[in-house]
């Protein structure tokens, strides 16, 4: 009878032959399962490394945030009151980010769990340390929220001052926080308007993921495109105002589109791995009729959403849509004729007066690149923080354009598979021709061309050379990109900072300046006009719906050197007669007009000395913070 021989485990037959222990209590007995200690060595590096860096960048930043001087902020702005342990945090926050890449295919909660810190990083102190909403002119959207509080309704045929009545005629981010407001239990949408980064950053995270996922397989350039976003996301459109919610909206509507609308039989030579890059992803399945249909039908709700939020981004949606039709994958028609009609629908109804408007200019303004591409108002930044600000802008916008374009260029084998997502990148650009969206037109542009950028600009970072055969080129690459990326992710970072943080002098406002004009604006009889340098101060809109208002410096530089000559009879001849008025010159338009270029050196301070000595107008109020003037019109 022939004897048996028992066969090995599979399981047992694919570990590793386990190593004999030399500690101190010598070698491990024969027989002994040594498989629980392999599992305590093996976690011990990419994981525990990246663990180790995440605490200590977290405690580096805890460290430093009480040691945050914004209340005495220079002409750097926060650059030089942030303390030295906040950007040592952020130089150890990077190290782990590169490090958690190593195994990002396996545990990419490392490289996710980074990105969210890095959010967290970068925007959460002045949620946490402001007593005040950042963006004075955030301010007025608490305005919208209280007076929809107030009044129960929005008036979008009323001629309101201040450019407010396209507010009215866009109410949906504002019912959203009214109801927000009210199943939250807080006195103002104030009480959480700071937290509107964190929380829309934490929400677009994953639908950045769902994009990047859709056109590659390689989480090392998955995640560092979305670190990547992080930090060219300097231009401030995702603080508590419409457009940060329509934005998301709009990146969840293309993300859904670009995994659920392929068009059967449209893949051609992409089904053919050897025609794509090694880290490319496969063509999503495609779709029959009745499925893209359903897709339109729950889409509807979300792009009506967006036509209900913001102006622009409605626009930005349908040209993005448009861009994707010239493709054999997204050729729906449908779709794109949805979006158009909910958009032309919400134009032509509740945003009738402000669509009829913008068409009245658009026949001066198209075709005029050079005025479209302008960066805010006629002035031009002046002092250290805002001439820092202002460079590092371009600079960040130059380098995510280069880095993309080489991507474009040296990695055509992704690009062909991510055709997609390069033309909605580049769709909005010819906007450029038709409006200056008020001198903003500059950053929306940037960022609705992000996504796609910050993909491929991370394409460039992160070549295709894991799991392939080796090659002295390739070995050559990985040495390249091993110092390319942490050395790439370090200048970006340096770019952000000022881009973000250089000019917040003009965005922290002290209580004290928002009591003074909040008292004076409810004391001020219904129908006033108050009259400032620009709106860029707190509360300036508070009561908007029963008080006119005229911010008169909001123009060039050389129209405002007229004023100067003579600001009292200036303003008294734009007052209409028989109407109260009062003049709010307060610290942060101060800070605003001179950051800004509106007024020369000097000119703010010439301008409240004017005032105060004329006879036409009278202090009522007087305050480190601000000077508050009643109009005295001369007797008939």
């Known amino acids: 009878m022939p004897q048996h021989v028992p066969v090995p485990s599979t399981e047992s037959s694919e570990l590793p032959t386990p190593e004999l222990s030399t500690g101190p209590g010598g070698p491990a007995p024969a027989g002994h399962d040594d498989r629980s200690s392999r599992r305590r060595r093996i976690p011990l590096r990419p994981p525990d490394a990246a663990l180790l860096t995440l605490l200590l960048a977290t405690g580096l930043w805890v460290y430093a945030l009480p040691r945050i001087g914004f209340r005495e902020m220079g002409d750097y702005g926060l650059l030089d009151r942030l303390p030295a342990a906040y950007y040592l945090s952020l130089l150890v926050l990077t190290a782990g980010f590169v490090l958690s890449l190593r195994r990002a295919g396996t545990a990419p909660w490392w490289p996710a769990a980074h990105c969210a810190a890095l959010l967290f990083a970068l925007k959460a102190p002045p949620a946490i340390l402001y007593d005040a909403i950042r963006y004075p002119w955030a301010s007025k959207h608490d305005a919208i929220v209280n007076t929809l509080l107030a009044n129960g309704e929005l008036r979008p045929g009323a001629a309101l001052s201040g450019n407010m009545s396209a507010y009215d005629q866009w109410p949906g981010f504002f019912t959203l926080n009214a109801g927000l407001v009210r199943a ?122 967006i036509n209900a939020t913001h102006q622009l981004t409605p626009v930005m949606l349908t040209i993005s849509l448009l861009a994707l039709s010239f493709t054999r994958r997204y050729r729906n028609y449908g779709l794109l004729i949805v979006a158009a009609l909910l958009m032309l629908t919400w134009d032509l109804t509740m945003g009738r007066p402000l669509f009829v408007e913008t068409l009245a200019t658009i026949g001066k303004s198209i075709g005029e690149l050079t005025e479209n591409s302008r960066a805010g108002y006629a002035g031009q930044l002046t002092g250290p923080g805002p001439e820092l600000a202002g460079t590092a802008n371009v600079a960040m916008v130059l380098a995510i354009a280069v880095l993309a374009g080489a991507a474009v260029v040296l990695r055509r084998r992704l690009t062909r598979s991510a055709l997609p997502l390069l033309l909605v990148s580049v769709a909005p650009v010819p906007l450029f021709a038709v409006n200056d969206y008020g001198g903003e037109m500059l950053f929306r542009v940037y960022l609705f061309a992000l996504p796609g950028g910050a993909f491929f600009a991370a394409a460039a970072l992160v070549p295709a050379v894991a799991g392939t055969h ?3 080129a390739k070995a050559l690459r990985r040495r390249i990109a091993a110092v390319a990326l942490p050395a790439v992710l370090l200048l970006l970072l ?79 001849k734009g007052i209409p007669p028989g109407e109260k008025a009062y003049v709010v010159l307060t610290r942060t338009q101060d800070i605003y007009t001179a950051g800004e270029g509106l007024l020369p050196p000097g000119g703010f301070e010439t301008l409240r000395w004017k005032l105060s000595v004329s006879p036409l107008f009278r202090t009522i109020e007087s305050h480190p913070y601000g000077v508050v003037l009643e109009y005295r019109p001369p007797a008939p």
Not at 252 to 260: E, F, I, K, N
């Open 494 to 572: 340096a770019g952000f900072l000022p881009s973000y943080y250089g000019k917040e002098k003009m965005f922290y406002t002290p209580p004290e300046e928002t009591a003074l004009v909040t008292k004076t604006l409810d004391d001020a009889p219904d129908g006033s006009l108050i009259l400032a340098t620009s709106g860029s101060f707190p509360q300036a809109l508070h009561r908007y719906d029963r008080l006119d208002h005229w911010f008169f410096a909001e123009q060039a530089l050389p129209e405002n050197e007229k004023m100067l000559e003579d600001p009292a009879a200036y303003l008294a």
């Open 184 to 305: 939250f239990g807080v006195q103002s949408a104030a009480a959480y308007a700071n937290w509107a980064p964190i929380v829309v950053g934490l929400l677009m995270m994953p639908v950045l993921v769902l994009i990047y996922r859709t056109f590659c397989e390689d989480w090392r350039l998955i995640w560092t495109a979305v670190w990547t976003f992080q930090l060219a996301n300097w231009v401030g459109q995702d603080y508590f105002a419409p457009q940060a919610l329509a934005y998301l909206l709009h990146l969840t509507v293309l993300a859904v589109v670009l995994r659920h609308f392929v068009r059967p039989g449209s893949a051609g030579r992409l089904r053919d791995r050897t025609y794509l890059d090694p880290v490319a992803a496969p063509v999503p399945p495609p779709t029959g009729p009745r499925q893209r249909a359903v897709c339109v039908v729950i889409l509807a709700p979300l792009i009506a959403a």
């Open 470 to 472: 080796r090659s002295r």
